[in-house]
């Protein structure tokens, strides 16, 4: 366990709630990056950062040191993230994609057919990404957003290597299926 992160885990355990709060500081924007890239809007996300901090405090005495604590925290985000979005109704939209900011600042410098292509991308990616399971969708976001390897995926999930593989298979390929169409109008 990184060495800051010991002593202040050690610390919070012991009731101290300013070591606590540290950790908070610390690993909050990587918490909120791959709650905001697996939720797709700032306000689930916000919401998933929130369960994930709660969770950890209340768990603190279970984390056993035996991995890096920012690595048990992104499993306790990812299952929030997982669990969230398995509660969402298929009805409900994303409203922010993933990729929305790059794909604005390429419109932004584009002619209005790009520009035009470029909303329409959006449209389709946040379509099919609201299409995928809650595991695949964080697969995919652990595999390519967070460039994370097929066994980390499979412990930070908690499934055996050969399902987390399967997820991003599906994910991808549903994906691909999806954004087919688009990819061959831009041609």
């Known amino acids: 366990m990184e060495g800051s992160d010991s002593a202040a885990v050690a610390r919070a355990r012991a009731g101290d709630r300013e070591a606590f709060r540290t950790l908070v500081e610390k690993h909050s924007r990587n918490v909120f990056r791959l709650a905001f890239r697996m939720m797709g809007n700032e306000e689930?996300?916000?919401d998933v950062v929130q369960e994930t901090f709660l969770k950890a405090y209340r768990s603190l005495e279970r984390f056993a040191g035996q991995s890096e604590f920012s690595t048990w925290l992104h499993r306790i985000t990812a299952n929030c993230a997982v669990d969230a979005l398995r509660r969402r109704t298929p009805r409900e939209a994303l409203t922010r994609p993933l990729e929305a900011e790059?794909?604005?600042?390429?419109?932004s410098q584009a002619t209005p057919e790009r520009a035009f292509f470029g909303s329409e991308l959006r449209?389709?990616?946040?379509?099919?990404l609201d299409g995928l399971t809650a595991m695949e969708r964080a697969a995919f976001v652990l595999r390519h957003f967070e460039g994370r390897t097929i066994a980390e995926i499979g412990k930070t999930l908690g499934v055996r290597r050969g399902a987390a593989k399967n997820c991003v298979f599906r994910a991808v390929s549903k994906l691909r299926r999806d954004l087919a169409p688009v990819a061959e109008g831009a041609r």
């Open 44 to 46: 689930d996300a916000e």
């Open 123 to 128: 449209e389709r990616v946040s379509r099919s």
């Open 102 to 107: 790059a794909l604005q600042a390429a419109a």
